[in-house]
């Protein structure tokens, strides 16, 4: 069963958020993960916010969702009964995010080293899914940036 984020999304107005035709909202989405390549060690991060405020996070350790706002515990509730679901994410950003991550990362090794100046490296990974929450890597982009 797939979720549907947007529908869920929608939903905050029957407990409690309001929404108005005359504002903008903001609907915010971010996920993505890191690699240690000195320890291996691999991380992730996946939350929803709203209006700038967090609204929903995902525990990688746990491997549950928690809500960060009194209005999302419904939809914390039944995202976290979906054990499919849960188990994607859990195979999501312990495997396939840090395996594409690596794979741009030695793709871009030799213009990344020919510098021989010492440099901070900021890797934003982003996989867009438009909103389905599908785990398929319809559109990948990797974009790097030195800061001297």
Same mark, same amino acid.
């Given at each position: 069963m797939m979720i549907n984020t947007f529908d869920n999304f929608s939903s905050l107005a029957s407990v409690g958020f309001s929404f108005s035709l005359i504002r903008v909202h903001v609907y915010q989405r971010m996920y993505g993960c890191e690699w240690n390549n000195e320890t291996g060690e691999v991380s992730?991060?996946?939350?929803?916010?709203?209006?700038?405020e967090d609204w929903i996070i995902f525990d990688m350790k746990e491997n549950?969702?928690?809500?960060?706002?009194?209005?999302a515990v419904i939809t914390t509730n039944r995202w976290n009964n979906n054990r499919g679901?849960?188990?994607?994410?859990?195979?999501?950003?312990?495997?396939i995010c840090p395996a594409w991550l690596k794979k741009y990362v030695d793709y871009g090794r030799s $213009? =990344?080293?020919?510098?021989?100046?010492?440099?901070?490296?900021?890797i934003f990974f982003v996989l867009i899914d438009y909103f389905?929450? $599908? =785990?398929e890597l319809n559109k990948k982009i990797c974009l790097y940036l030195n800061f001297f």
């Open positions: 992730g991060y996946h939350q929803y916010g709203y209006d700038g549950r969702w928690i809500a960060a706002k009194q209005q679901y849960l188990e994607k994410y859990k195979n999501y950003f312990n495997q $213009s =990344l080293m020919s510098t021989g100046i010492k440099s901070h490296i900021l389905n929450l $599908s =785990l």
